[in-house]
T-cell receptor, first 115, second 114 residues
Framework: AQKITQTQPGMFVQEKEAVTLDCTYD???????LFWYKQPSSGEMIFLIY??????QNATEGRYSLNFQKARKSANLVISASQLGDSAMYFCAMREGRGYNKLIFGAGTRLAVHP | GAVVSQHPSRVICKSGTSVKIECRSLDFQATTMFWYRQFPKQSLMLMATSNEGSKATYEQGVEKDKFLINHASLTLSTLTVTSAHPEDSSFYIC??????????FGSGTQLSVL
């Protein structure tokens, strides 16, 4: 069974608007971590935001926030005030258990920000 | 912030040759490094977990003799693609875990086998 599901192959957003990238996950572990990474065309993986399964508050990092709904097993990324430089592939990833950082990645969503 | 250096960034080789890719943690000790493979427009697939001083743990379906991993020091892990063939052409990317269990990615290596 797929562990991480990103159902949006591609998304468009107007510059300065907000956009939500969907991510659902599947795990039987009580302790896990959820990550979002940005991959521009250069190929590097840029860490954006992290949410631990026991974190009660949704994570925020600048323009990025993670809408964590534990019961629904979803961890959507919200980018506010989109910029042209946000155009990239975005990957949701999950780490199961504590202290072991093997990440399982979703299929990714390509975001295009239009002026 | 912590930096992971991956070299080379791009390599083109002839079929049948071996290619070595290096992954170095520049300012921290990494007891564990991970190697991923990414086909065009696809996600990252974990190939193996590299632990310093011990044998790598390979994911199901990854050929150990094809993809040799050596993690001889706390700052260096290498991936050698042996007897490369065109189907091995891909983007390979490493990540390293620091003492605080944060992960940092290298910038990746684009391998093209002719």
């Amino acid at each position: 069974a797929q562990k991480i599901t990103q159902t949006q192959p591609g998304m468009f957003v107007q510059e300065k608007e907000a956009v939500t990238l969907d991510c659902t996950y599947d795990t039987s572990d009580q302790s896990y971590g959820l990550f979002w990474y940005k991959q521009p065309s250069s190929g590097e993986m840029i860490f954006l935001i992290y949410q631990g399964s026991y974190d009660e508050q949704n994570a925020t990092e600048g323009r990025y926030s993670l809408n964590f709904q534990k019961a629904r097993k979803s961890a959507n990324l919200v980018i506010s005030a989109s910029q042209l430089g946000d155009s990239a592939m975005y990957f949701c990833a999950m780490r199961e258990g504590r202290g072991y950082n093997k990440l399982i990645f979703g299929a990714g969503t390509r975001l295009a920000v239009h002026p | 912030g912590a930096v992971v250096s991956q070299h080379p960034s791009r390599v083109i080789c002839k079929s049948g040759t071996s290619v070595k890719i290096e992954c170095r943690s520049l300012d921290f000790q990494a007891t564990t490094m991970f190697w991923y493979r990414q086909f065009p427009k696809q996600s990252l697939m974990l190939m193996a977990t590299s632990n310093e001083g011990s044998k790598a743990t390979y994911e199901q379906g990854v050929e150990k003799d094809k993809f040799l991993i050596n993690h001889a020091s706390l700052t260096l892990s290498t991936l050698t693609v042996t007897s490369a063939h065109p189907e091995d052409s891909s983007f390979y990317i490493c990540s390293a875990r620091d003492q605080l269990e944060k992960l940092f990615f290298g910038s990746g290596t684009q391998l093209s086998v002719l």
